[in-house]
């Protein structure tokens, strides 16, 4: 029962590379989302996906690209990492509902 | 701007005590969310509340949406120690997207030494 797996962990990068996040999830839900955690800002939206081949903005997409390769995965890319993009990002899932149920265990990513 | 106020930011519980913590806005919510986050995880969704006055409950936790619609409280009632981590309310932002949510600092929950 795996739930929502994100990959990798832990990631540093150095500025100007590009990574891609990956998530999955086993429960059949419609929408996942992705989120960046920052110390004393809450979780804050990058991206989402209501439905299978649909994506739309956040509150901070600058910086990022997702793709819904299907009802199972969602992606996040960073093209061109910044040091303001070191945070810890989380994806997320939810069916029938406007809000986020269950999250990854998070990706901790430092970029230098 | 829409913001969350928790309260208390921390608290040492002991186990088998009650707790409870609220969280209040200046800007009315027609949503109030609960999850909590222990280290290294992500957050987990404890209790969606949808309606003004309504008072729900998941096992040993009960949350209460508030009649003015600014403010919600979380209580546990004869904690136990997996109680421990952080607690974060969050409600919808205003004009934003599915999902896009304003949340609370938090109410860090340890045990007493």
């Known amino acids: 029962n795996a739930g929502v797996t994100q990959t990798p962990k832990f990631q540093v990068l150095k500025t100007g590379q590009s990574m891609t996040l990956q998530c999955a999830q086993d429960?059949?839900?419609?929408?996942m989302y992705w989120y960046r955690q920052d110390p004393g800002m809450g979780l804050r939206l990058i991206y989402y996906?209501?439905?299978?081949?649909?994506?739309d903005k956040g509150e901070v997409p600058n910086g990022y690209n997702v793709s819904r390769l299907n009802k199972r995965e969602f992606s996040l890319r960073l093209e061109s990492a910044a040091p303001s993009q070191t945070s810890v990002y989380f994806c997320?899932?939810?069916?029938?509902?406007?809000?986020?149920?269950?999250f990854g265990d998070g990706t901790r990513l430092s970029i230098l | 701007g829409q913001q969350l106020n928790q309260s208390p930011q921390s608290m040492f519980i002991q186990e088998g005590e009650d707790v409870s913590m609220n969280c209040t806005s200046s800007s009315i919510f027609n949503t109030w969310l609960w999850y909590k986050q222990d280290p290294g995880e992500g957050p987990v969704l404890l209790i969606a509340l949808y309606k003004a006055g309504e008072l729900t409950s998941n096992g040993r936790l009960t949350a209460q949406f508030g009649i003015t619609r600014k403010d919600s409280f979380l209580n546990i009632s004869a904690s136990i120690p997996s109680d421990v981590g952080i607690y974060f309310c969050?409600?919808?932002?205003?004009?934003?997207?599915?999902?896009?949510?304003?949340f609370g600092k938090g109410t860090k929950l340890s045990v007493k030494p």
């Open positions: 969050a409600g919808p932002r205003y004009g934003g997207s599915q999902g896009n949510l304003i």
């Open positions: 997320a899932s939810s069916d029938g509902q406007p809000q986020p149920q269950h």
């Open positions: 996906s209501a439905s299978e081949g649909t994506t």
């Open positions: 429960m059949n839900h419609n929408s």
